[in-house]
């Protein structure tokens, strides 16, 4: 077995790395009562992300995306995207964003070596926006997504939680927007997680329900090569604009996996939906400690299952994205 392959033979060459639980924003499928502080944890330092980054990397993992909660509230920020930018084998730099901060931010980014870039947008309506995130501040994220492309963004990913009655009949005005914009839309089927009680049971939407709808206006679903991760991406000749579908509840969705999540507080997850993590954090405390921790990756990737058990209604022990870095 390769290093970083599991026993379906899955290649993992993407680590998702969440650098902190913290999250200014209050979106109700994710943190509906906002951050509540757990005086315990400490997020990973800069020497601890360097370090858990160096080891994936001399393992396989080519690209590296920071997530959070939300990324951008940690100061040194820039320092991390330097530190995993700079870390020899890794290749592309994504982090995931609300965009509050991005207006001011994205150059600064840009310059330290971030190479992609994730925005959430749930809805085009700044009143529905407000009510889905708890924020009045479409207009701010519009805006920062304006200042990534002129600060040397070739694209930019927009993240759109599919939500029943909310955003899923906002489609047309999602595609105007994209026409003429190197933005890939991505509608995420909504996710149960541990906290959730009647909102998937309301929200829950199909993307199939989208995908047929592009299917009959002339958009084509793009081929997925063997290391693509889960999206199904259509594209139209008359859109500069994508769009993706990340559908969590489709058949043999797991089947195409190619990531490992290392949570705040320096613990290895195989899965979303999975069990209480496999604690790395031991092993980041010198550098000297690559070889064990290498070991350690390795020995808990052999027992990586097939795929997630949302279809029973197990989802795991996460209690919500933000937790663990979605
Ligand atoms: N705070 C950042 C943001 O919102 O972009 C990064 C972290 S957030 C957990 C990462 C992504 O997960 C966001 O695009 C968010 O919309 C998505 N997400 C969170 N909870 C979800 C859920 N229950 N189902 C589907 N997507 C979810
Ligand atoms: Fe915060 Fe992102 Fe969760 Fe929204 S989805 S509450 S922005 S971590």
């Known amino acids: 077995m390769l290093p970083l392959e599991d026993g379906f033979s ?21 943190l509906p009562d906002g951050y509540r502080p757990d005086g315990r944890k400490s997020f990973l330092s800069l020497d601890e992300i360097r370090r858990v980054v160096a080891g994936f990397a001399a393992m396989g ?30 290749e592309k730099v994504a982090m995931t964003t609300n965009g509050y901060r991005l207006k001011e931010q994205a150059r600064e980014w840009f310059d330290a070596g971030l190479t992609a870039l994730n925005v959430s947008v749930d809805s085009l309506d700044p009143r529905q926006f407000h009510q889905i995130t708890g924020e009045n501040k479409l207009a701010e994220v519009m805006e920062g997504i304006e200042a990534a492309l002129a600060a040397g963004f070739k694209s930019v990913k927009i993240n759109a939680v599919l939500l029943k009655g909310l955003n899923d009949h906002q489609l047309d005005a999602f595609l105007v927007w994209i026409k003429h914009k190197p933005i890939e839309l991505r509608f995420i089927e909504l996710m149960q997680t541990g906290e ?54 489709s058949k043999d969705f797991c089947a195409s996996c190619n990531r490992l999540r290392v949570s705040s507080v320096g613990k290895l997850h195989l899965c979303l939906f999975g069990d209480n993590g496999v604690d790395l954090r031991e092993q980041l ?27 029973e209604g197990n989802t795991g022990m996460t209690p919500h994205l933000a937790s663990i870095g979605g």
């Not at 958009?219 to 999206?231: K, T, Y």
């Not at 010198?286 to 052999?302: H, N, P, R, T, Y």
């Open 10 to 30: 899955r290649r993992f060459h993407y680590l998702r790395l969440s650098v902190t639980d913290v999250c200014n924003f209050r979106c109700a499928y994710c």
């Open 196 to 249: 959730m009680d009647s909102l998937f049971r309301d929200r829950h939407a199909s993307g199939d329900f989208i995908k047929q709808q592009l299917l009959g206006n002339g958009w084509v679903q793009q081929l997925r090569g063997l290391d693509d991760g889960p999206a199904q991406v259509l594209m139209h000749p008359e859109s500069q604009g994508r769009v993706g579908l990340i559908m969590p509840y």
């Open 61 to 90: 993992t080519r690209k590296v995306r920071l997530t959070g909660g939300e990324p951008s509230l940690r100061r040194d920020l820039s320092a991390i995207i330097k530190a995993v930018a700079n870390t020899p084998g890794i």
């Open 285 to 311: 405390q010198a550098d000297a400690q690559q070889v064990e921790l290498q070991q350690q990756i390795q020995q808990a990737l052999s027992t990586k299952v097939a795929r997630h058990w949302l279809h």
